[in-house]
């Protein structure tokens, strides 16, 4: 099993900038990655990276967001640039290995 704990989200005001943080309690072989669910919407894919680097992004945050992870501590970043107000969720840690894991969450609100 592998438990996941998100951190870093909060309020920022638009063209802002936050880093989300997702550890995980062992080391992953898999994919890491990062959703997001928004008032009133689905869960949708933010990014992801595998464990050499290669990634992954929707194009709603590609050129503002970026993916890394630091495999030496089993964990996954999110860095947001440029924020928008469409851009407030809460933003999930995934892990895709022989099963998937999530973490349980971290609110982003972007003010306009």
């Known amino acids: 099993q592998v438990q996941l704990v998100e951190s870093g989200g909060g309020l920022v005001q638009a063209g802002g900038s936050l880093r989300l943080s997702c550890a995980a309690s062992r080391s992953i072989f898999g994919i890491m990655g990062w959703y997001r669910q928004a008032p009133g919407k689905q869960r949708e894919f933010v990014a992801d990276?595998?464990?050499?680097?290669?990634?992954k992004y929707a194009d709603s945050v590609k050129g503002r967001f970026t993916i890394s992870r630091d495999n030496a501590e089993n964990t996954v970043y999110l860095q947001m640039n440029s924020l928008k107000p469409e851009d407030t969720a809460v933003y999930y840690c995934n892990v895709r290995q022989v099963y998937d894991y999530w973490g349980r969450g971290t609110q982003v609100t972007v003010s306009s």
């Open positions: 990276i595998n464990k050499v680097g290669s990634t």
